[in-house]
């Protein structure tokens, strides 16, 4: 992919995921999931699709860009540090889970959800000083299996409908 056509992809899928990432604050997901803090992750379904598309250092900076400009939008230097902790520890996991052939899409955004709420924790205990944090770990990761899941299958849409016309190379479902 020849430096202006990445430049535009990384742009639009940046732009995309602060867009989902700022959509997401409306969605009442406390309704269902009656936890703190609990999000979907819409965000993430871009970070999987650019971990499919780009290098990974296109998707580091699409992923540490969302993370200054959502806090820039709204989030806060406290909201920057719990985004940049899960959000780069959750690539981090992702990038490398990607290379392991028993990972299927799937496995890898789940992976990449737990990573994210092991990541906020950590920050949660930085902010707070207390490990007693940790005690809502286990119920974070519990809805990671559902939350990753989902986004696993909405990236494997967008995957499959680019592939479909041509415009990435042929992705297979993951299995």
Do not use: D
Request: aromatic letters at 8%.
């Amino acid at each position: 992919m020849k430096g202006t056509k990445k430049l535009a992809l990384c742009a639009i899928l940046l732009a995309l995921a602060l867009a989902l990432s700022y959509t997401e604050r409306f969605l009442p997901l406390q309704l269902l999931i009656p936890l703190p803090g609990v999000k979907l992750g819409l965000a993430n379904i871009v970070t999987l699709v650019a971990i499919w598309l780009l290098p990974a250092g296109e998707t580091l900076a699409i992923v540490a860009l969302r993370c200054f400009m959502g806090a820039i939008f709204g989030g806060g230097i406290s909201g920057l540090l719990f985004s940049l902790t899960g959000g780069l520890l959750s690539l981090g996991i992702m990038l490398l889970s990607r290379r392991l052939p028993c990972f299927s899409l799937y496995g890898i955004s789940i992976l990449g959800a737990a990573a994210h709420n092991i990541g906020q924790i950590l920050a949660a205990m930085l902010l707070m000083q207390t490990v007693y944090i940790g005690a809502y770990l286990p119920y974070l990761l519990l809805v990671s299996l559902f939350t990753g899941f989902a986004t696993g299958a909405a990236a494997g849409g967008v995957l499959r409908i680019l592939s479909s016309h041509s415009l990435i190379g042929r992705f297979s479902p993951p299995s």
